[in-house]
């Protein structure tokens, strides 16, 4: 069966510092994995997603992530954090990848950015 | 684009009441996922609908709950009767699937607080 670990609770980090918030998952196939960020009361909103080609990938506000498959990870990376970006990040995964089957979510990784 | 709307964004209701969660897809999905958040068990799946069929129902709690979808256009989500563990925030998401890369889009929810 599919899943995905979001090892971390939580993840602090300074204003201005690198940022990674780790994933990793398992599944049968090739795996489809998704970064989705939840702001307060607000629904999850789709950051990015690895389907196949680079292993990095770039997504919205400046985050990106690197599929690696030996290692099977997935982590979502951002070189410079704002304060702006604390929120509640899920990582999540589609197995088989085809058709219109549920995501499966991580727990998800609160990240807090200090200024 | 308007997204998925959820209508209420908030509801609080006595125990034993029933209790209907509204959501409309973006228009041209062809699927519906209902999910169901917490502190304690995160993200949870309660039902998705392919082409406006129920596909898996499996993390629907208990009998209390039911699903519709009586059109491409409109979901429901109903608790009847509703019991204070049903606090919960609850989510629809829709995705177009005509491919192996859908994302899913996610209303803003709807806050619910049993009494």
């Known amino acids: 069966a599919q899943s995905v670990a979001q090892p971390e609770d939580q993840v602090n980090v300074a204003e201005g510092n690198p940022l990674t918030v780790k994933c990793t998952y398992s599944?049968?196939?090739?795996?489809?994995l998704f970064w989705y960020v939840q702001y307060p009361n607000r629904g999850l909103q789709f950051l990015l997603k690895y389907i196949t080609g680079d292993n990095l990938v770039k997504g919205s506000y400046g985050f990106e992530a690197e599929f690696n498959k030996s290692q099977t990870s997935f982590h979502l990376k951002k070189p410079s954090a704002l304060v702006s970006d604390s929120a509640l990040y899920f990582c999540?995964?589609?197995?088989?990848?085809?058709?219109?089957?549920?995501?499966?979510f991580g727990k998800g990784t609160r990240l807090s950015v200090i200024a | 684009d308007a997204g998925v709307i959820q209508s209420p964004r908030h509801e609080v209701t006595e125990m034993g009441q029933e209790v209907t969660l509204r959501c409309k897809p973006i228009?041209?999905?062809?699927?519906l996922f209902w999910y169901r958040q917490t502190m304690m068990r995160g993200l949870e799946l309660l039902i998705y609908f392919n082409n406006n069929v129920p596909i898996d129902d499996s993390g629907m709690p208990e009998d209390r709950f039911s699903a519709k979808m009586p059109n491409a256009s409109f979901s429901t989500l109903k608790i009847q009767p509703s019991e204070p563990r049903d606090s919960a925030v609850y989510f629809c998401?829709?995705?177009?699937?005509?491919?192996?890369?859908?994302?899913?889009?996610f209303g803003p929810g709807t806050r619910l607080l049993v009494l």
């Open positions: 998401a829709s995705t177009y699937g005509q491919g192996d890369a859908e994302t899913q889009y």
């Open positions: 599944v049968s196939g090739n795996p489809y």
């Open positions: 999540a995964v589609r197995d088989p990848p085809s058709g219109n089957t549920p995501l499966v």
């Open positions: 228009s041209g999905h062809n699927s």
